[in-house]
């Protein structure tokens, strides 16, 4: 947090902010019309982009690229121009209630967003990011049959990480949070004439769904413990040092959840064998998506909830156990991968883990600071990567052959046996899917497939007149040759 | 009994929501339109939709607007709008006019075309009556065009014998139930055994009806063998739950308005959600899958109309309108498609993206609605079910969860395996005709609009619910306790523990 306030402190910004003494309610107001302001951008330019491709008239490559860019360069300005706001303030957090969506009974279902001190800087980044990859995509995908699919499928993450950031409750999260899993998996399943993205992508989905019980379920304990959604009834205070508002026991139920939640978007041990696959998709989606943002997005929801996780010992030890677990398996794993994405991918699910071991023993700035710095370094190495292959061959080509690897690796500290086992456990990626598809997929599979052979079979017979059944039956015997 | 002055443009509305498809049937039936039938199907539909909605502008004017005529025999009146009736009318009668509109030239000839009319009419009348006789009859009266018409398509003997079987039984048992309520009314005092006894056979049928396990099997069955307006019809309109809730509400023997007989369905109901969105994981083709999904979102209503918490019976009813909406969208963009490349297996990637984009779009997004897609109404239905639910009972919530993270996952693989693969491009890009794209784009905007925009119809719904429990609007659940509740800003202090 000092960190941001020195930075914001010296930016000419928020010095000319400062001279202008704005009161508070004023602030209120402007801050208010900025947040809108970064929702609406995206949002606006998915339905300008998305309703005429809808009807059959999609707009032109660079309209679209255009008008994509400037939606994300707006929510980008916008999220600087409430920082520098917020700095002056110290970073107190700025509700923004836009009303109430429904209501029934107990349950009201509130659109509240907030900017402070972690949802702000962390919409200016993603923003920024999603510009910058406009920018690259639109050379890169030039005359793609899905180009226009893809920007509609930007703009609609866009619109969900946004939301996801600067949501004030649970619900507007979970919302934010389910756009973000539905344009994860499409951009998978862009090439979607390869069988492996079709895949890869249902593999995804099927992780995001069954984690976001997690989200969904803590959700619901939170509506009620405390009869809202709200994150203001549930902690108060400037992030990172709120206070919980509930009970140590609610809490740490709340928290697991969100741990779960958190496990699947992040790619963390057993939900983590789709991220590599993931790369199927195009590369700027691979990059902002598995590079930057959306294997940040469970760490996000967490660093959100840090109260929570204060007052839940148990989760924070959990968050620290999976994480570390996971560090150590991504990067044992990525070490014999053979090609590119895959190792990339295998660096981002160890960053990620590492990230939740932070968050676990309670650093949330450094938590926050190591997610932008990674997104930002991993998202510029994915989508360097098909021109760093080609660089590599014309070195090779240049060198006349293979220029040599590392000579030295940690792994040779460990004796010879112990190596060639760690070789066939990183080649079999730890047996994780192994143990997923024989214990959990493959019997659920089967179980299901037998009781629909069974519906079918049922079906029929109930559905046969019994003389027709006999007839089929003799023909059967007569087919055999088994008279009776 | 008399009619109040803001009855009588109630009646005429109700009236002419139902004799406009009558009347459009008895002239295709004649003759009167043997080129296309479609055009006067449409205008009464149409007619029906206004009127329908002109209801439902009465009902949100204020709250003595319910019009109840007729003997009140046996728990209900021969014509009975409520708040209910007046959400559900324009619900059918949209889901109809699509239907119509959709459908394939070949699939709508004359007698069809009669059929899809007198469903639609029948269905309309069904809803706008709480009388179990009339129940019985209408029961009957929109069984039998759906068993005419799986019988007439070929291949769809088997569905048509399944059908008639599950519809005799049902009508059967929600006959002698009826008479034996009717002879000895439970909802009266000193009510007896026979009274009760009959309560549950009406229950029976409602589980037969709605395709309960372990009654379940017709639903895909009928998806399978039917044309996919007949298994639409017959399914999507929910005509046994609205059953239930008139037969099952409000009886004073139950301390909280909720038949017995309805929690023991609301019970099966979870383990038909659950079961039916697992058996759609592994469907092989995608009739199968709708029907599966149809009958997984069709038990969650039911479970969900057991509920205590208005927040539940709010959710059941907002499951009822967006997973009928989305179920249609779904059954139709199947249709369009398999009329334009045939039956879509899910066993391999099918390749049909590129040759129809648009019907991919709309596949999906239809999908996405069925299972909660944020700004959709399923988004909010599910929020209302799901916290309602585990409210509740833990179990219930939990298998609502299971059914809506099955039901998604089992829409993303067919979505794949319908529209994903290598492209086998057999003639032309399928673009989507211009009738087709009005009624596929006003569905998925009425599922939007009432997904963004859903605290009147969500208003609405609490009211028609607490009329039917018996209680003021917000009045149970509204002061539930909260274990942290007041723990706010203001009262840091306030901590439960």
Redesign the interface.
């Known amino acids: 947090m000092t960190f941001f306030a020195a930075f914001l402190a010296a930016a000419p910004l928020n010095r000319l902010f400062g001279l202008l003494d704005v009161s508070a309610a004023s602030t209120h107001a402007i801050v208010s019309l900025l947040v809108v302001l970064q929702l609406a951008a995206p949002a606006a330019t998915l339905v300008l982009v998305g309703l005429p491709a809808l009807l059959d008239r999609p707009l032109r490559e660079q309209t679209t690229t255009r008008l994509v860019g400037g939606a994300f360069t707006l929510a980008f300005l916008a999220g600087l121009v409430t920082l520098a706001v917020l700095a002056s303030r110290g970073f107190a957090p700025e509700q923004v209630h836009l009303g109430t969506w429904f209501s029934v009974g107990h349950h009201d279902a509130t659109v509240d967003l907030v900017a402070d001190g972690l949802s702000v800087p962390y919409v200016c980044f993603s923003t920024g990011l999603c510009a910058l990859v406009n920018a690259f995509a639109g050379k890169y995908l030039h005359r793609e049959p899905g180009f226009t699919r893809f920007f509609v499928l930007l703009t609609l993450f866009g619109t969900g990480m946004n939301l996801m950031v600067l949501a004030g409750s649970i619900d507007v999260l979970f919302a934010g949070w389910e756009f973000l899993g539905i344009s994860s998996t499409m951009l998978i399943g862009f090439f979607h004439e390869r069988t492996n993205a079709l895949k890869a992508a249902l593999r995804a989905f099927t992780t995001y769904r069954i984690c976001d019980v997690g989200l969904l379920a803590a959700g619901v304990m939170i509506h009620r413990a405390v009869g809202s959604g709200d994150f203001e009834r549930l902690f108060e205070g400037v992030w990172p040092n709120a206070d919980c508002l509930v009970s140590p026991g609610n809490a740490t139920l709340v928290s697991l959840l969100l741990v779960f939640a958190a496990m699947g978007k992040s790619a963390q041990v057993p939900f983590s064998n789709w991220l590599p696959r993931a790369m199927e998709g195009p590369t700027p989606s691979s990059a902002i998506f598995y590079g930057a943002l959306s294997i940040h997005a469970g760490a996000y929801v967490l660093l959100r909830c840090e109260a929570l996780l204060d007052a839940a010992p148990v989760a924070r030890v959990a968050l620290v156990l999976i994480g570390g677990f996971t560090a150590i398996h991504a990067a044992l794993v990525g070490r014999v991968q053979t090609d590119l994405k895959s190792m990339l991918a295998y660096a981002s699910m160890t960053q990620a883990g590492i990230i939740f071991v932070e968050i676990g023993l309670g650093f949330r700035v450094v938590a926050l600071v190591h997610i932008v710095s990674h997104a930002i370094l991993r998202s510029l190495q994915i989508l360097r990567s098909p021109s760093a292959l080609h660089d590599r061959h014309e070195l090779e080509a240049a060198l006349g052959g293979h220029p040599g690897a590392a000579s030295w690796s940690v792994v040779k500290l460990f004796p010879e046996k112990t190596q060639a086992w760690l070789y066939r456990v990183a080649l079999d990626r730890g047996f994780e899917e192994m143990a997923v598809a024989r214990f959990v997929v493959g019997p659920v599979r089967r179980l299901l497939e037998r009781l629909e052979e069974a519906e079918t079979a049922w079906i029929d017979w109930l559905g046969t007149p019994a003389a027709d059944r006999e007839r089929d039956r003799a023909g059967r015997r007569q087919q055999q040759g088994r008279p009776r | 009994m008399t009619l109040d002055g803001h009855d009588i443009p109630l009646l005429a509305a109700l009236t002419a929501a139902i004799v406009a498809p009558l009347a459009a049937a008895l002239h295709i039936g004649r003759g009167g339109a043997p080129a296309d039938p479609r055009q006067p199907a449409i205008l009464s539909l149409v007619v029906a939709l206004v009127a329908s909605l002109t209801i439902t502008r009465f009902w949100m004017s204020g709250p003595e607007v319910t019009l109840e005529l007729g003997q009140r025999l046996g728990g209900g009146y021969l014509v009975h709008v409520d708040g209910l009736t007046a959400v559900l009318l324009p619900f059918v009668a949209l889901v109809e006019l699509a239907i119509v509109m959709v459908a394939p030239k070949r699939f709508l000839d004359g007698p069809a075309t009669v059929r899809i009319l007198l469903g639609a009419a029948t269905r309309l009348a069904l809803f706008a009556t709480s009388h179990p006789l009339v129940l019985i009859v209408a029961w009957v009266a929109t069984a039998l065009p759906i068993w005419s018409s799986t019988r007439a398509t070929p291949g769809g003997?088997?569905?048509?014998?399944?059908y008639a079987?599950i519809m005799t039984m049902a009508v059967a048992s929600m006959t002698v139930g009826t008479l034996m309520m009717i002879a000895d009314p439970p909802w009266e005092a000193g009510g007896g055994a026979v009274g009760a006894s009959g309560g549950w056979l009406v229950a029976l049928a409602v589980l037969v009806r709605k395709g309960i396990v372990p009654f379940h099997?017709?639903y895909?069955?009928l998806f399978r063998g039917a044309p996919m307006s007949t298994a639409l019809a017959a399914t999507v309109p929910q005509i046994a739950s609205y059953t239930a809730v008139r037969l099952f509400f409000g009886h004073a023997d139950h301390g909280d308005g909720v038949g017995a007989e309805l929690i023991v369905l609301s019970q099966l109901a979870l383990l038909t959600a659950t079961y039916g969105a697992?058996?759609a994981?592994?469907?092989?083709d995608l009739r199968g899958l709708i029907g599966t999904l149809a009958m997984s979102q069709s038990a969650l209503v039911l479970a969900g109309l057991a509920g205590k918490?208005?927040?539940e019976l709010?959710g059941a009813f907002c499951t009822w309108i967006s997973s009928g909406l989305a179920l249609t969208g779904l059954g139709l963009v199947g249709w369009a498609l398999e009329s334009r490349a045939g039956p879509l297996s899910l066993e391999t990637?099918q390749?049909r993206?590129?040759d129809a984009p648009?019907l991919a779009?709309f596949f999906?997004l239809f999908g996405?609605s069925a299972i909660?897609?944020?700004?959709t109404l399923s988004?909010?239905a599910d929020?209302?079910l799901?916290?309602?639910s585990?409210?509740e009972q833990l179990h219930a919530?939990l298998l609502v969860?299971a059914a809506t993270?099955l039901s998604?996952?089992a829409v993303?693989?067919g979505w794949?395996?319908v529209?994903?693969?290598?492209?086998s491009v057999d003639g032309p890009r399928h673009?989507?005709l211009p009738r087709e794209?009005i009624a596929l784009?006003a569905l998925f905007g009425t599922i939007v609009l009432l997904g963004l925009w859903?605290?009147p119809l969500?208003?609405e719904l609490?009211r028609a619910g607490s009329e039917l429990l018996g209680v003021p609007v917000?009045g149970?659940?509204?002061?539930?306790h909260?274990?942290?509740?007041g723990?706010?800003?203001t009262s840091?202090s306030?901590?439960?523990?």
């Open positions: 003997q088997i569905a048509a014998r399944v079987i099997s017709w895909p069955a697992a058996l994981l592994v469907q092989r918490l208005p927040m709010n990637p390749g993206f590129a648009l779009a999906l996405l909660g897609l944020p700004g988004f909010v929020d209302l799901v916290s309602g585990l409210d919530g969860i993270v998604a996952i993303m693989r794949l395996m529209f994903g693969g290598p492209s673009h989507l794209r784009t859903p605290a969500v208003r609490e917000g149970r659940g509204a002061a539930e909260h274990p942290d509740q723990t706010g800003p840091p306030g901590d439960a523990s």
